[in-house]
């Protein structure tokens, strides 16, 4: 399996931004996918999460309103579009896929809010 993710830039508190997963070499359209972040010297926490269909979807409290996950199986691609950002969203920004019992990682994509 692999993950590829984009999206990631330097944006202004209250600025907006869209990260992108492409996925390859595994059945995505079976996958639940997930978005993770991991902060400078803190653990990796589970930020979204989003059924196979993309009927179903679970949101960490701290972005829950402002951030939405979703996925398009036709193109093998889930996406997270964060609005509002705060500083506190700094972080490197993981894709993960759940795949019959199997984890996979993307390298992950950096994003600071910062003015």
């Known amino acids: 399996a692999q993950l590829v993710e984009s999206g990631g830039a330097l944006v202004q508190p209250g600025g907006s931004l869209r990260l992108s997963c492409a996925a390859s070499r595994f059945t995505f359209s079976t996958s639940v996918m997930s978005w993770y972040r991991q902060a400078p010297v803190k653990e990796r926490e589970l930020v979204a999460v989003?059924?196979?269909?993309?009927?179903?979807?679970y949101y960490a409290d701290s972005v829950k309103g402002r951030f939405t996950i979703s996925r398009d199986n036709a193109k093998n691609t889930v996406y997270l579009q964060m609005n509002s950002l705060k500083p506190e969203d700094t972080a490197v920004y993981y894709c993960?896929?759940?795949?019959?019992?199997?984890?996979?990682w993307g390298q992950g994509t950096q994003v600071t809010v910062s003015s």
């Open positions: 993960n896929a759940l795949y019959y019992g199997s984890q996979y």
């Open positions: 989003i059924s196979s269909a993309g009927g179903g979807t």
